[in-house]
């Protein structure tokens, strides 16, 4: 029998403490009904002050290579946000499942975080969720989703969604991958991986832009 010095701070529950199979019950009630308020992976800070982020000018000195995707859609910026906290997990990311499986088998091999995190719950985030191996680093509800790479890369990675009034009444969809090399070898590593960003990023656009219309027609 254990210390029990606590109880001395915080008193036991009316009914009685929960043991190992009822705690067990519970947890696995909670991920059914995807309702998991946190979970291990998003013990990290969120950002380091040090490090390059996305948001810096062109004079702060770091070199960096964008990938910017515009769309434009009648779905409604709710509609947009709500597809878009569906990535990653059992979601995928909307185009070439099978390439992003890929990457995460690569990264796994290089002794990266890989697929393996997934994520805490099936249709929202929150600031500091993972994502498999991206972290949510910017969360502004209807308006801006960011994620940061935490992949084995030569360089610092970013992946982010910006939503905003278009023209004609119409909303518009910002999708931009940043990344900051790190010496020669992270730019052989942008231009290595240049041609699967040719395929990929067109399409997970294009599949979130018809994921968000197929809802505003239900």
């Known amino acids: 029998m254990g210390s ?7 008193a036991p529950p009316a009914e009685g403490l929960c043991d190992y199979r ?8 909670k991920m059914d009904a995807d309702a998991v308020p946190t979970s291990w992976a998003t013990a990290h800070p969120v950002t380091a002050p040090a490090e390059p982020l996305p948001s810096d000018p062109d004079w702060s000195g770091h070199k960096a290579y964008t990938d910017i995707r515009r769309a434009t859609t009648t779905a409604t910026e709710a509609q947009l946000f709500s597809v878009l906290q569906r990535l990653g997990g059992e979601s995928t990311y909307f185009a070439f499942p099978g390439l992003w499986k890929l990457r995460g088998l690569l990264d796994k091999l290089a002794g990266g975080v890989g697929s393996r995190r997934g994520r805490r719950s099936h249709s929202t ?7 498999d191996w991206w972290r949510v680093e910017a969360l502004e509800e209807n308006s801006l989703l960011r994620l940061r790479a935490e992949m084995r890369a030569p360089g610092r990675a970013w992946l982010d969604y910006r939503i905003q009034k278009g023209t004609d ?3 518009e969809l910002i999708q931009r991958a940043v990344f900051f090399p790190r010496g020669l070898a992270g730019r052989c590593y942008w231009w290595a ?3 699967f960003h040719a395929a990929i990023f067109p399409a997970t656009i294009a599949n979130i832009v018809r994921a968000a219309q197929k809802h505003e027609a239900d």
């Not at 009822?22 to 009630?29: G, K, P, S, T, W």
């Not at 985030?125 to 994502?131: P, R």
């Open 193 to 195: 991986v240049y041609p």
């Open 125 to 131: 985030l929150a600031l500091g969720d993972v994502l």
């Open 4 to 10: 029990r010095e606590i109880d001395e701070l915080i």
């Open 22 to 29: 009822r705690a067990v019950q519970l947890a696995l009630e």
């Open 169 to 171: 009444g119409q909303t």
